[in-house]
């Protein structure tokens, strides 16, 4: 199946700018949707972000207007770019995409630590 990889953390003060890379190797070619997802210490995990392989997307509120969402299919890439970062964006971010192929199931990289602080 699908293997994805994520990359592009790390440390940022309160108003930088961070960009996320999702690599997705194996049978590509059944993924649809990718989306990003993200998961604080104690808090539950949210979706950030989607697109569709058409390019069409869909954001959190806490995020829309300062993240966006793109897609390389080409290079079977996703990104996320985070600007105006605040220290409530502070968590592990995860990307994801839902296997219709098969036995339904959700599929996970290993996460990327993001941490917004001064």
């Known amino acids: 199946q699908v293997q994805l990889v994520e990359s592009g953390g790390g440390l940022v003060q309160p108003g930088g700018s961070l960009r996320l890379s999702c690599a997705a190797s194996g049978s590509v070619f059944s993924i649809n949707t990718m989306d990003w997802y993200r998961q604080a210490p104690g808090k539950e995990r949210e979706m950030v972000a989607g697109?569709?392989?058409?390019?069409?997307?869909n954001y959190a509120d806490s995020v829309k207007g300062r993240f966006t969402i793109s897609r390389d299919n080409a290079k079977n890439t996703v990104y996320l770019q985070m600007n105006s970062l605040k220290p409530e964006d502070t968590a592990v971010y995860y990307c994801s995409y839902l296997k219709l192929t098969g036995y339904v199931s959700r599929v996970w990289g290993q996460g990327t630590q993001v941490t917004v602080s001064s």
């Open positions: 697109i569709t392989s058409g390019g069409s997307t």
